[in-house]
DNA sequence: TATACTCGGGCGCGGCCGGTT
DNA sequence: AAACCGGCCGCGCCCGAGTAT
């Protein structure tokens, strides 16, 4: 910034008011200062300008790095923050590095507010961390004081995907289950509800799986092994779904025509590939809009004195190739 | 630190000299301050950390948010990183965010080193960088004094792919190009080397495409109005050869009994899913690592005067289901 | 002399002051 | 009155220089 100033032939002072976009400069004198940093490369100190400005505004995420699905959402927090008034400090998580650690290093950057993804750490845990600055959940609810969520309706989103096959003339269901991920219990309720709803709760039923190819494929197999195989099996997200579909074929059983199948989050591959999944939507872009949204009223004046607020985003049904009536026996 | 240091009672330097594991403290006074800094959930502000400590040791990392294999090198890097050294601040980009954007965040942040993933930048503009902070570029070689890079061997993997379909007893093969994308020119010259070297060059021909699921499903529309199909086609990236297989089977050309196709990059999807496709694979985490020592050598002392090095990681061939010898006529 | 601890200055910036053109 | 200057403080921490056992 001297260096700067000293270029440009004004006073630091002034250069800090041109940069802050504050009164007290002349057009000519912010253009001159604007171009002397370019041409010097400047940039802001913003550990410097974080430190000095009491008011914490930069706003910290913690997402898991291998899931598409929150790599979106991140996309679109970018898209939805005024980045000017809020820098955006990101913190990813992995196999080797946990959310403790992710939530660590945005305490240590002293954020102004956290958005936490599908976050898999406990109520009171989360409950904790807002007492000390605001909390945004996305794509997990959260049921403390103090903590805002934003999540997809994963029961109506379940329900939508059982009325499709139920329409479709199916009645011997499997709901493939992960209760020990953010949604989970609430897919499985929805689940439960629906069958109810359609009256088909003596042939429809949800097992254990898990939210990877994996799971999805062991669960497959068991079913298989133990000859109890559906018309229809909804798996928990597309990941699970893609090893349900990938071992049936494996076991000459074909997709449509003998077994359907629904995915839930309508991620790339379910799109793209030419697995064309039908799978249950919900809008990455939505989800960050709003708790984007929320984090910069938090941030703002008088933030801190809102009520915990939980924002249901409606999830949709994209029927594609996997879905078929059942074969009639 | 000052609470810390007064419910400790001490003097706040001291507990800055217990927090930086430096010489001066005593056992019996490191484990109090360490205590009361646990129960009150003190965590060091990082911000005032690198402004006040001249050195600049953090380690800044772009990387596209949409792309699989750059999130595995990320995870990499985390994981070959001294974290309590060197901290790492992360600046994605995305469809609406682009590398300048993120690269000015790292600067901003003060970072005392960068590296870049699968970087578009002109080389000039990346050399332009280096001369304020070493740059270390992954999966994309640069040609400039002061950057170094890590990349995979692209040229002996796409001959790894041809070799391997000339084995099979293909001629007729067709790569899908994007010579806009990082590698992209590598993985030509390569492609026309193993032509050249199998004694092909009439029947093999190289298409520009581009890197993703569309790009490859517009390249094989092409191939397939102009009635020029091949009898292997090696696609950019998996997901281009995705679009591929998709283009191919939606049109009932099956793969790979009409037409093979080799992926490069061994993503999660070529592996995971039905595709099951054969696909030139790089190591996301040898490349993590390498970067993570280069730059951790470039922050040391001395570490400036370094000369730019480029480190090829060695590629190999995963074969699967989507290659096999062509149908005889 | 060594060990344990304290003190004070300053990193780059923001924000406020009185003063000058 | 608007545009600008010079200076001072302090955000939280690091660190060299100092004090006390």
């Known amino acids: 910034m001297r260096d700067v100033a000293r270029a440009a032939g004004v006073s630091p002072a002034l250069v800090s008011i041109v940069f802050r976009e504050a009164a007290g400069a002349s057009p000519r004198t912010r253009e001159k200062v604007f171009a002397t940093a370019r041409s010097l490369g400047y940039v802001r100190d913003e550990r410097a300008r974080g430190l000095r400005s009491l008011q914490r505004d930069s706003i910290g995420i913690t997402f898991r790095l291998d899931q598409p699905f929150q790599a979106a959402v991140v996309a679109g927090v970018y898209d939805a923050v005024n980045l000017a008034a809020h820098p955006i400090v990101t913190s990813p998580t992995s196999e080797t590095r946990d959310e403790e650690e992710a939530l660590s290093d945005l305490i240590a ?9 599908s976050s898999r750490l406990p109520a009171d845990r989360l409950a904790r961390i807002a007492d ?23 029961r109506g989103g379940i329900r939508l995907a059982v009325d499709h096959l139920v329409e479709l003339g199916h009645r011997d269901i499997v709901y493939l289950s992960d209760t020990g991920s953010a949604g989970g219990p609430e897919r499985l309720e ?3 509800d629906a069958v109810l709803a359609a009256g088909i709760r003596d042939s429809a039923r949800a097992v254990g799986a898990g939210r990877t190819e994996d799971a999805g494929s062991a669960a497959t197999l068991r079913l ?9 099996i909804v798996g928990f997200n597309d990941r699970c779904a893609l090893g349900v579909i990938d071992t049936l074929i494996r076991r000459g ?3 449509p025509d003998e077994v359907s199948v629904v995915g839930f989050d309508d991620s790339e591959v379910a799109a793209r590939s030419m697995i064309r999944m039908t799978s249950v939507r919900q809008d990455p872009i939505a989800l960050a809009r709003a708790a984007a949204e929320r984090v910069m009223l938090r941030v703002g004046p008088g933030g801190g004195d809102l009520p915990a607020a939980g924002i249901v985003k409606p999830t949709s049904l994209t029927v594609r190739s996997t879905t078929a009536p059942p074969r009639v026996r």
Do not use: K
Not at 132 to 154: G, H, K, N, Q
Not at 224 to 232: F, K, S, V
């Open 109 to 117: 950057n002293r954020c102004g507010a956290v958005i936490v993804l």
């Open 190 to 192: 929805g689940f439960h």
């Open 224 to 232: 298989l092994d133990a000859g109890r195989l559906p018309t229809a």
């Open 253 to 255: 059983v074909r997709v």
């Open 132 to 154: 000390d600055l605001p909390v945004v959940s996305i794509a997990r609810t959260v049921d403390a004081p103090r903590v805002d969520w934003v999540a997809s309706d994963e």
